[in-house]
């Protein structure tokens, strides 16, 4: 197997091509009749499709027929004893219904104009018994009309197929936005056709690392060939995830080809997934569309808790440690000493006159305390230890009112992360609020050891009405007056 390459120090690199999947541990693959979940077997025979060369199909008759003949053994030379080597493979990518007229799939799969005129979907094709394939009608063959939201840069990889007509007989599937991504070690169900052969389930993958702004990430499912647009589902049957690309499927046993197995499976590497939400948002965007998919002004994302100043987390004035993590999160503010990267929003309401101490571990983060979301900065501080890029902290003796605590990410490069606070009730002061310098030597100080401009930074425009968050990925981008810091970031930045 391939050695994984880091991504930004962050993740696993994919190669320029498209390389295929493989299988972790043993074969997960199952026909669909004998897969033990009704969910998922409604969910493969409604909502899934097989991309096809219409010249292999005969749709002279009410049943349309596959007049295609090679086997998966003639096209991959596979040894005796291989899964699934004597069932026909006709097909080339699959797909899955997410509206009555719109078909999510691999942006490499619809590469050319040709990938939408000379070709066609047939939903539905699979075993219904031992040997018995399902029989095939007009409905559930479809043209394509036009590919909407495409989209393939290695690591993000999807296409909207419109239809030539809305889908009939068929069910689309339930779409699920994830804001923040899956948790590692989650439980994934591939559903398409392998190698271009009748659909398949598999429900042995799982999660293995989801990038910082959770638009792809990469599992340990059994996929081949042909699985490219494949539907990822949870195990409750709703799409999350489509299939980008992975490792080689066969390796040479001498003479003959046998499925090439990785085992044990890696921990943060696998096979290349693409999240639904940048699809979804690419659809919203295009103008003409038509969708509930697009209820937002966009697709509806439940928005994440801290995401912007106006949405903070709000915490009580008590000593604790948060952890966490910043994925999904956008980019949407700054502090005086810095953070081009993701951030996330806390707020507390003091009482009385309190020293309060933040320090967060984890990652090349920083910290800015606020008097509200638009109000003065109190203080700023990146890097308690400049060797390391690691940690910073925030002392300051505050009197009483309610402040907004950033965790900010220096630029893209994040990992989970822990804040511990501490508050100490000191009683009333006339003062206002300011850094415990006297305490704290590292407080209200950059890097390089100079004293930090606490100047006021603009937080974000909010959420939208409704409690959907609309923000797309081009909607968070940095500001002019951002770029200008990020030059002067750069110029100071650490080795």
Not at 54 to 61: A, I, T
Not at 200 to 228: C, M, P, Q, R, Y
């Amino acid at each position: 197997m391939c050695a994984a390459l880091l991504w930004m120090g962050c993740g696993p690199e994919p190669t320029g091509a498209i390389a295929q999947p493989v299988v972790y541990e043993t074969d997960g693959r199952t026909e669909v009749f004998a897969h033990p979940s009704a969910v998922l077997r409604s969910v493969a025979a409604e909502s899934v499709a097989m991309k096809i060369d219409p010249d292999n199909l005969d749709e002279s008759g009410a049943v349309v027929g596959i007049d295609y003949t090679r086997t998966l053994a003639e096209a991959q030379s596979l040894c005796e004893g291989v899964a699934f080597r004597e069932q026909l493979e006709p097909g080339t990518c699959s797909g899955t219904l997410i509206d009555d007229r719109y078909l999510l799939t691999a942006g490499h799969c619809m590469d050319t104009p040709s990938d939408c005129s000379e070709s066609v979907w047939i939903f539905g094709w699979r075993y219904v018994a031992d040997g018995a394939l399902v029989d095939l009608g007009a409905d559930d063959v479809y043209r394509c009309a036009r590919v909407l939201a495409y989209f393939d840069d290695d690591r993000v990889d999807h296409a909207i197929v419109e239809l030539d007509r809305p889908v009939v007989g068929h069910t689309p599937a339930t779409v699920r936005l994830l804001p923040s991504g899956l948790a590692d070690g989650t439980a994934l169900a591939l559903i398409g056709h392998p190698n271009g052969i009748p659909m398949k389930i598999d429900t042995t993958g799982e999660v293995t690392w989801t990038s910082g702004d959770a638009s792809w990430l990469t599992a340990s499912v059994d996929a081949f060939n042909g699985n490219s647009g494949s539907g990822v589902f949870d195990l409750e049957g709703n799409l999350v995830a489509l299939l980008r690309g992975g490792e080689t499927d066969y390796v040479d046993a001498g003479g003959c080809n046998v499925i090439n197995v990785i085992d044990p499976p890696p921990e943060d590497d696998g096979e290349g997934l693409t999240y639904v939400r940048p699809a979804l948002e690419a659809l919203c965007a295009t103008p003409g569309v038509d969708s509930e998919l697009c209820g937002c002004d966009g697709p509806c994302v439940e928005p994440l808790l801290g995401d912007r100043c106006e949405a903070a987390e709000t915490l009580d004035a008590v000593d604790q440690t948060v952890s966490g993590t910043l994925v999904g999160y956008g980019p949407d503010a700054m502090g005086s000493c810095g953070g081009l990267g993701p951030d996330r929003v806390f707020q507390f309401t003091l009482s009385s006159t309190t020293r309060f101490v933040a320090r967060s571990r984890g990652f090349d983060s920083l910290l800015y305390l606020r008097e509200g979301c638009d109000g003065r900065e109190v203080d700023c501080h990146d890097d308690i230890d400049v060797d390391t890029d690691r940690g910073s902290r925030i002392t300051a003796t505050l009197p009483t009112g309610t402040y907004h605590l950033f965790l900010d990410a220096y630029d893209s490069d994040i990992d989970p992360f822990e804040l511990e606070l501490t508050f100490d009730a000191v009683g009333d002061a006339d003062a206002g609020p300011g850094t415990d310098a006297g305490t704290d030597p590292d407080a209200g100080r950059s890097a390089d050891g100079g004293t930090l401009d606490a100047g006021v930074v603009d937080a974000g425009t909010g959420l939208a009405d409704g409690g959907c968050s609309c923000r797309t990925q081009s909607s968070s981008g940095s500001p002019l007056p951002v770029l200008g810091f990020a030059a002067l970031l750069w110029l100071r930045r650490r080795t």
